[in-house]
């Protein structure tokens, strides 16, 4: 993979005219705001943002399911699900290998489990994975 690529996704853009990875480093500097759920706006902002960006730059909902429902599955309380949440990380890269376009997405994946803490921001992390993929399918994000 090439270093632009890799670095902005192929120069895709949002709505809002950033690239993927301008998105993805909103994402990252927010993660404390988004896993506490703390300014909500934000939080609604940033996961329509990447929900439409991630439909518009063909990541299907099939694509995103199966990471999605590891994660539906694991228990809420932090200390029962931490390791299975952590074994995530290694699928992430598998399928960001398998599918290139997955990079935005398991990119905000990654960083966000690696500050998951305790049982309100394993809350957190779930929530915003389910308002991206409501985004995506609202975005018209295909089967």
């Known amino acids: 993979m090439s270093y632009k690529s890799k670095r902005n996704y192929d120069g895709r853009k949002d709505d809002r005219g950033n690239s993927g990875n301008q998105l993805v480093l909103d994402i990252k500097r927010n993660a404390e705001n988004i896993l506490t759920e703390e300014d909500i706006e934000k939080f609604i902002d940033l996961s329509e943002r990447f929900g439409t ?12 399911r199966g990471i999605f429902q590891k994660v539906k599955r694991l228990p809420d309380d932090f200390e029962s699900s931490k390791k299975e949440l952590n074994l995530l990380r290694p699928k992430l890269a598998y399928q960001k290998g398998r599918f290139s376009k997955l990079g935005p997405l398991t990119e905000v994946l990654d960083d966000l ?31």
Do not use: M, P, R
């Open 53 to 64: 960006y991630c439909a518009k730059n063909g990541i299907s909902t099939s694509q995103i």
């Open 113 to 143: 489990i690696k500050k998951v803490k305790d049982d309100s921001t394993l809350k957190g992390f779930k929530n915003f994975f389910e308002a991206i993929i409501a985004y995506h399918k609202a975005a018209g994000g295909a089967e």
